[in-house]
């Protein structure tokens, strides 16, 4: 079954102790993106992939870290949690875009996963 | 940067009434796409529209997509329970080249018995 993989899907830790969450697609989709959600703000982009090796800032890619070794995963790493940082979060992934071949594919977004920072 | 406003922010409807959800665009549109999501849970994509004067229909879900006005609606027949949730009205954006999903603030639907 296609689908991207989020883990944990819950999880509550404490201010400053360093956690990853993971994101696996098995799609072999080239572009991976992280969002966060919260009440009033809506879905907000961290930072994206394009592909292995490339990753860019979204809107709000203060106090976490991405990388992307394998087309497969896309980690979320936030090495000094806070309080700021509890939120939903999700992870999707897309076959890249490009201008020559249209806009055609959807994204598939994983099941979240609900952070608590104390 | 792109933005989408979505109408009304929250809904209360009875059950069997019709319903529609507007999504505006501060930029030109060249893909939206609906999901819906349940509270906390995540997002289930429901259609993607690509042209303008594009609509597509899923059982009692019709979404349409009016290019000139930057505008996308979502319209739903007959409302059921099943149809409670939060819906999410997401564009394509370009800007400067990079690939990037947008989305509104959703839109909170209740349906009452």
């Given at each position: 079954?296609?689908?991207?993989?989020?883990n944990?899907?819950?999880?509550?830790?404490v201010?400053g102790?360093k956690l990853?969450?993971?994101?696996?697609?098995?799609m072999?989709h080239?572009y991976?993106?992280?969002?966060?959600q919260?009440p009033?703000?809506g879905?907000r982009q961290?930072y994206?992939?394009m592909?292995?090796?490339?990753t860019?800032?979204?809107?709000?890619?203060e106090?976490?870290?991405v990388?992307?070794?394998e087309?497969?995963n896309?980690?979320l790493i936030?090495e000094?949690p806070?309080?700021n940082q509890t939120?939903l979060?999700?992870?999707?992934?897309?076959?890249?875009?490009?201008?020559e071949?249209?806009?055609?594919?959807?994204?598939?977004?994983?099941s979240?996963t609900r952070l608590?920072?104390v | 940067?792109?933005?989408l406003e979505?109408?009304?922010?929250?809904l209360?409807v009875?059950e069997?009434k019709n319903?529609?959800?507007n999504c505006t665009s501060?930029?030109?549109?060249?893909g939206l796409?609906w999901?819906?999501?349940?509270?906390?849970?995540?997002?289930?994509?429901?259609m993607m529209?690509?042209k303008g004067?594009e609509?597509k229909?899923h059982?009692?879900?019709?979404?349409?997509?009016?290019?000139?006005k930057?505008?996308?609606?979502?319209h739903i027949?007959?409302s059921q329970?099943?149809h409670?949730?939060?819906?999410?009205?997401?564009a394509?954006?370009?800007d400067?080249g990079?690939q990037?999903?947008?989305?509104?603030?959703?839109t909170?639907?209740?349906?009452?018995?």
């Amino acid at each position: 079954e296609a689908q991207v993989t989020q883990n944990p899907r819950y999880l509550i830790t404490v201010t400053g102790k360093k956690l990853t969450v993971t994101c696996s697609q098995n799609m072999n989709h080239e572009y991976m993106s992280w969002y966060r959600q919260d009440p009033g703000l809506g879905l907000r982009q961290i930072y994206y992939s394009m592909n292995v090796e490339v990753t860019d800032k979204g809107d709000v890619p203060e106090g976490y870290k991405v990388s992307r070794k394998e087309k497969r995963n896309f980690p979320l790493i936030l090495e000094s949690p806070s309080p700021n940082q509890t939120s939903l979060y999700f992870c999707a992934s897309s076959l890249f875009r490009r201008k020559e071949v249209g806009f055609g594919y959807g994204y598939t977004f994983g099941s979240g996963t609900r952070l608590t920072v104390v | 940067s792109q933005e989408l406003e979505q109408s009304p922010q929250s809904l209360i409807v009875q059950e069997g009434k019709n319903l529609t959800i507007n999504c505006t665009s501060s930029k030109t549109l060249y893909g939206l796409y609906w999901y819906k999501q349940k509270y906390g849970e995540g997002l289930i994509f429901l259609m993607m529209l690509q042209k303008g004067g594009e609509e597509k229909s899923h059982e009692k879900i019709t979404a349409k997509l009016d290019e000139k006005k930057q505008q996308s609606s979502l319209h739903i027949t007959a409302s059921q329970p099943s149809h409670a949730g939060i819906y999410l009205c997401g564009a394509d954006s370009r800007d400067q080249g990079a690939q990037k999903l947008v989305f509104g603030q959703g839109t909170r639907l209740t349906i009452n018995p």
